[in-house]
């Protein structure tokens, strides 16, 4: 039940006017240029300790005093109250309540359903490759460049052989990354190997620039012997224990809650790295992201969530999704410093990245990056996209904002890159993939045994039944089988 006070006499209300308790905890506050201009939440130092209280009416309240301590330690939030909404008159009224004080106004006055101009978007590079003017750019090495470009250029390739693959009835499913390059390669360049990543199902790129083989890609699609997921997981469910990669997982947003936990766990074990999970602009509908938003926040979780805002979540548009300013302003809902960056411009996610990786293991804080771009290709081969977006609308996407085109024109201008190297990386990709295809295709498939293990160290008799019937099932239709799975 709230308590109501003309002129307050909370404990809180006490510490600040005689022992400046409020301004403890806005010491040593700071925040980052650019995300500060989306957010109005900063960090501070967690150095600030209470003093030493021996009044017994007061220290009654200790545990609620560590809790608001920790609550306000990286935050702006009281010293913002107190400025926009205190008054030095004593006789002001205003509602001490957990969290902050509230002033009170005799005027109605609801809060607008949305701000009168949009985020902007951050970005480096213009649809021509050519670096903005008065960018604020920390320029990457040619090494950490040419990676960049190369590995996009290899998920690109990679994307269209297995593809066609899928069309030709040599694997049962794919979905493609076209389009969402960028946001791919230059967030896992902006990583460390530590971090730990819980994609969706879009984000090879990231598995592939942290080592994964293109014979460990064609192995998983073609669920071979070979594959870590012993054949059991539809194609494009990738995962790498030793990339600290997990394992994509078919519903939508079920890795976000995940990731908050994984993070949470950092933080605890006092790791110098955090977790990184991606959802596309569909799965911000999902009551996983909202759980795992306001989960991260509360808990304080050195956690990035990356949201692939492409426009489509499969065929319904972002316009019938929500009625909010896309998915940035719903990390200030949560109290979470959010950015919208340009997707299809590398440099920039390359550089939002990093930032964001800077703040949430420094700060210990979760960040929330929405990346404006484009799903060229159908949502995956289970989809014809053309039924709902129009053909022009995927061709200027295709053409004039692709983002392997407009770093590549970067990387020439550098004097990074040239015709040769190109043709060279692209005959050399191809062959790999072919390579890795047929032998993949070739490679004997998991034992049928492997449907039942890893789960249970003895198993159970209903699963023991299960296999039973089966394999009765089997022997009695076995032209109903593939014959190339070992009994």
Same mark, same amino acid.
Request: charge should be negative; aromatic fraction near 10%; proline fraction near 4%.
């Given at each position: ?42 960090? !501070?130092?967690?150095? %600030?300790?209470?003093? @030493?209280?021996?009044? +017994? =009416?007061?220290?009654?309240? *200790?545990? #609620?005093?560590? &809790? ?5 330690? !990286?935050?702006?939030? %009281?010293?913002?109250? @107190?400025?926009?909404? +205190? =008054?030095?008159?004593?006789? *002001?009224? #205003?509602?001490? &309540? ?390």
């Amino acid at each position: 039940m709230a308590i109501w006070f003309t002129r307050s006499r909370t404990i809180t209300y006490y510490l600040k006017r005689k022992m400046g308790f409020m301004g403890i905890l806005n010491q040593d506050s700071c925040s980052n240029s650019y995300f500060e201009s989306i957010s109005s939440s900063s960090s !501070s130092s967690s150095s %600030s300790r209470i003093p @030493d209280v021996k009044n +017994s =009416s007061i220290s009654r309240y *200790s545990s #609620a005093f560590t &809790f608001l301590v920790h609550r306000f330690k !990286s935050t702006k939030t %009281s010293g913002q109250l @107190d400025q926009f909404y +205190s =008054s030095d008159d004593e006789n *002001s009224q #205003a509602l001490d &309540f957990p969290g902050g004080k509230v002033a009170y106004i005799s005027e109605m006055r609801f809060i607008s359903e949305s701000n009168d101009k949009r985020i902007p978007c951050y970005r480096l590079l213009d649809d021509n490759g050519e670096l903005i003017e008065d960018s604020d750019i920390d320029q990457i090495s040619k090494e950490v460049a040419v990676k960049m470009y190369s590995e996009m250029v290899t998920l690109q390739m990679m994307d269209t052989i297995f593809y066609e693959a899928q069309r030709q009835g040599r694997i049962s499913f794919y979905v493609t990354s076209v389009g969402e390059e960028a946001t791919n390669i230059a967030s896992a360049a902006a990583l460390a190997a530590d971090d730990v990543v819980l994609p969706q199902y879009r984000e090879p790129g990231v598995l592939l620039w942290r080592g994964f083989t293109l014979e460990e890609f064609a192995n998983q699609c073609f669920g071979n012997k070979a594959d870590y997921g012993k054949g059991r997981q539809m194609p494009i469910h990738y995962g790498s224990k030793k990339l600290n990669y997990f394992t994509v997982s078919s519903p939508i947003a079920t890795q976000l809650p995940q990731a908050v936990g994984a993070a949470y766990s950092l933080k605890m074990d006092k790791k110098d790295a955090c977790v990184v999970t991606y959802i596309g602009d569909g799965g911000t509908s999902e009551g996983d992201f909202h759980a795992a938003l306001n989960f991260a926040a509360v808990m304080e979780a050195p956690v990035i969530f990356i949201c692939r805002n492409n426009g489509w979540a499969i065929s319904t548009h972002i316009t019938e999704q929500f009625r909010s300013d896309g998915i940035a302003v719903k990390g200030q809902a949560y109290g979470i410093q959010s950015i919208r960056v340009d997707g299809n411009d590398a440099l920039a996610v390359y550089r939002t990245i990093r930032a964001a990786r800077e703040i949430a293991i420094s700060e210990q804080r979760p960040i929330l990056v929405e990346a404006l771009t484009y799903r060229v290709g159908h949502h995956s081969t289970s989809d014809d996209s053309t039924k709902y977006r129009p053909a022009d609308e995927i061709e200027y996407w295709k053409m004039a904002r692709n983002p392997v085109n407009r770093f590549r024109k970067w990387v020439e201008r550098n004097g990074w890159w040239s015709e040769k190297e190109e043709s060279e990386l692209r005959s050399s990709i191809r062959k790999q993939l072919l390579q890795a295809i047929q032998v993949a295709e070739k490679t004997e498939k998991p034992a049928l045994g492997n449907l039942f293990s890893d789960v249970y160290d003895l198993p159970p008799s209903n699963l023991r039944e299960q296999e039973k019937q089966l394999r009765e099932t089997i022997n009695r239709h076995p032209q109903d089988y593939p014959s190339d799975v070992p009994m």
